[in-house]
């Protein structure tokens, strides 16, 4: 059936997870690399204001766990990748969403891209590894904007790797942002 209620049935597709998922799920991604020529889309989006508890999303499962605990996001590589061929994607994931609830990405490497963009939204990063991305003049990894203090942003717990850019190579911040035992 592939609507994503079990990994017998998971989507085939990254993007369409993301967009057709009830709203009150946690996403878990298996393994694997995931491109955004193969998924024909821009970037991976977590946009929309229907996540009145927010949205979760787990990299980092073998596709045999029954539970988030689980999961081992070192052991099983979570690879989202804007390689698009012939060039990388500008922006690759994006999170901007009005809602009460947190948008969390957790236990992901992002590489070969642009940045992950998030505004207008309170959002969660960690266990996520940034390499290999790259901005003509906006950030490598990471760029933050807009919205209030109370849509606070935390990135815990990732590395940023070879990642340029003319302003912000791996991170670039234009709200509250913390960042937490990241190197």
Same mark, same amino acid.
């Given at each position: 059936?592939?609507? %994503?209620?079990?990994?017998?049935?998971?989507?085939?597709?990254? $993007?369409?997870? #993301?967009?057709?998922?009830? =709203?009150?799920?946690?996403?878990?991604?298996?393994?694997? $690399?995931?491109?955004?020529?193969?998924?024909?889309?821009?970037?991976?989006? #977590?946009?929309? =204001?229907?996540?009145?508890?927010?949205?979760?999303?787990?990299?980092?499962?073998?596709?045999?766990?029954?539970?988030?605990?689980?999961?081992?996001?070192t052991a099983n590589k979570t690879v989202l990748s804007g390689?698009?061929?012939?060039?990388?994607?500008?922006?690759?994931?994006?999170?901007?969403?009005?809602?009460?609830?947190?948008?969390?990405?957790?236990?992901?490497?992002?590489?070969?891209?642009?940045? *992950?963009?998030?505004?207008?939204?309170?959002?969660?990063?960690?266990?996520?590894?940034?390499?290999?991305?790259? %901005?003509?003049m906006l950030p490598g990894a990471l760029y933050i904007r807009?919205?209030?203090?109370?849509?606070?942003?935390?990135?815990?717990?990732?590395?940023?790797?070879?990642?340029?850019?003319?302003?912000?190579?791996?991170?670039?911040?234009?709200?509250?942002?913390? *960042?937490?035992?990241?190197?």
């Amino acid at each position: 059936a592939n609507n %994503g209620t079990s990994w017998a049935d998971a989507y085939e597709q990254l $993007t369409n997870g #993301l967009v057709s998922a009830p =709203a009150t799920c946690h996403i878990w991604v298996a393994e694997g $690399t995931y491109t955004l020529a193969s998924e024909s889309a821009n970037s991976f989006e #977590l946009s929309g =204001a229907s996540y009145p508890d927010g949205r979760r999303v787990f990299g980092g499962f073998a596709a045999t766990e029954t539970t988030e605990t689980q999961r081992s996001w070192t052991a099983n590589k979570t690879v989202l990748s804007g390689d698009l061929g012939a060039s990388n994607a500008t922006e690759m994931i994006r999170i901007s969403v009005a809602n009460p609830g947190p948008v969390m990405l957790d236990g992901f490497t992002v590489t070969d891209g642009g940045y *992950l963009y998030g505004n207008n939204c309170r959002t969660i990063i960690r266990n996520c590894i940034f390499t290999n991305n790259s %901005g003509a003049m906006l950030p490598g990894a990471l760029y933050i904007r807009g919205g209030s203090e109370s849509e606070y942003v935390t990135v815990s717990n990732c590395a940023f790797i070879r990642n340029s850019a003319v302003y912000g190579g791996a991170v670039y911040v234009m709200r509250s942002t913390e *960042l937490i035992d990241c190197t």
